[in-house]
């Protein structure tokens, strides 16, 4: 071969490689002398598998957090395993066996290194108040308070108690009459209260007022001696009026 043609062929390779590089674009790793790496752009945190979501609303919002629309609570929250330097504020401390927790907003985090890390509760840590939002739904006559994937039920001695999910917690149930006695009252929700949630607030008072005047209406006799059930059932609509109003209904 001649010199021509092998310079025609060497001009050849030569315009071919330069095509397939311009082609390619530029390398991401290629930068100036002492310039920083390129960060790579930030990916939304995997769904966990149990998380519902609401047809036409995002999965995410603009911050990150993920629906839970679960019973239709349609609120975001923040993924479990997500790290934050520090606490949001209002939060309230809990120590349940020997472990620090943090509880804000619906949300559980833990001491992580120098911040905090979004859990799952252990079921037992017992909270004052529930979250500013929740969900009420009933399993076999129990109300239960949903928010954030977490379950609460009622303590026995006040406040409300993180729970195991009941085993149908797909099913839920719908709320049961109120007992006989109550329909003596005549309950108003002042502040929109739902039915649920009425109904919820009317299952806590009974069994407050129950532990109050020892009289229950769902036994025979008000499960009190002859003789005394007139009182009884006077006492229990007292205590059940003060428990009602001090949620927010007017009783007559």
Known sequence: MNRTKKLALTMAVLSLGASALASAGPDPHDRPHGEPPRAAAPRAPAPRPDAHFAPGRPAFDGRGQMLDARYNHGHYYPPVGTMHGSLPGEYRPYYYRGGRYFFSGGVWYAPRGPGFVVIAPPPGIVVSVLPGYYSTVWFAGVPYYYADNVYYTSAPDGGYVVTDPPDNADNPSPPPDAPAAQSDLIIYPKNG?????????????HNWSKGQTGFDPTQPGGGVAPGTQDAGRSNYNRAMSACLQARGYQVN
């Open 193 to 205: 209260q739902t039915k649920d949630q009425q109904a919820a607030d009317q299952f806590e008072c």
